[in-house]
């Protein structure tokens, strides 16, 4: 099967070398081959690691550059108004369960990426209140958002204790960034939501690790979860696993490290828990 098209200069050159018209399957191969080494070098994504303070300590402090600042708040504002295949499973379930008066705690969830993409695909209820946690500058970029957008159910906070009496957690590409993992979130809680709905989130079938993503803008550790462990880890705090789906996308469904390719993802995946009656 030919290689997918590459976008770099280099993978052009050796798609369009002499050896692609070889009649053997081999030269096919091999050109095959060293694309698919090209663009694992070309990922965002280097090194294995134990833990997040691991990663931390191997970034460089003249690179560390975290999303609490006002340049990552620039990231995903295109994806307000373009959704991606893996947001039809959560609009989906926020359709079916959100009613009024609900309210969601959009854990990780920027300037209110979600908030403003999904209120062009279904009318929110009355009286739902919509409660983005994040860190500080990307708070502060959301709320200027919103100051000019004149959102009518969106609020912000930095404090992941604000989800406690949240009918919905949602955190949709986010948990992988965090150093308290979910389970710890949800135990803190007094009263936990009703209902989980994450998206767009590592998991693997060994053992949990850590690796560092590199956007330029952003150079951060980034948390892939064992599946086991991570599901377990909700159920234990009284939910009940409602659904799963799979994501392939180019920038959120596929994690490609150099000389790690044991440790490489090409899908990830979106889960919705409900809390046991």
Not at 162 to 176: N, R, V
Request: hydrophobic letters at 35%.
């Amino acid at each position: 099967m030919p290689a997918i098209r590459p976008k770099s200069r280099l993978i052009n050159r050796l798609w369009h070398h002499p050896v692609m018209r070889m009649p053997k399957r081999i030269g096919r191969r091999l050109i095959n081959s060293v694309v698919d080494t090209a663009a694992t070098l070309e990922s965002p994504y280097h090194g294995v690691y134990d833990s997040y303070e691991d990663a931390l300590q191997d970034i460089p402090e003249e690179h560390r550059r975290c999303y609490d600042d006002p340049a990552a708040a620039a990231l995903y504002q295109g994806y307000m108004s373009k959704a991606r295949p893996s947001d039809y499973p959560v609009l989906f379930w926020l359709r079916q369960i959100a009613a009024e008066g609900m309210s969601i705690f959009d854990l990780g969830g920027h300037v209110g990426t979600a908030y403003y993409l999904f209120q062009r695909f279904f009318h929110y209820p009355d009286g739902l209140k919509w409660t983005v946690c994040d860190l500080p500058e990307i708070c502060r970029a959301g709320s200027a958002i919103a100051s000019k957008r004149h959102p009518e159910h969106l609020s912000f906070t930095t404090e992941p204790s604000a989800a406690d009496g949240s009918d919905i957690l949602l955190a949709s590409g986010s948990l992988q960034f965090m150093r308290t993992p979910i389970g710890s979130i949800l135990s803190d809680l007094k009263r936990k939501p009703r209902h989980i709905l994450i998206n767009r989130t590592p998991l693997c079938e060994g053992t949990s690790f850590f690796s560092i993503q590199d956007l330029g803008t952003v150079v951060s550790p980034y948390h892939v979860f064992n599946r086991r462990e991570f599901i377990g880890s909700i159920l234990e705090q009284g939910y009940e696993l409602m659904d799963s789906w799979g994501i392939s996308e180019p920038h959120s469904g596929t994690l490609l490290i150099p000389f790690h390719p044991e440790r490489s993802l090409h899908s990830y995946t979106g889960l919705y828990f409900r809390q046991l009656q």
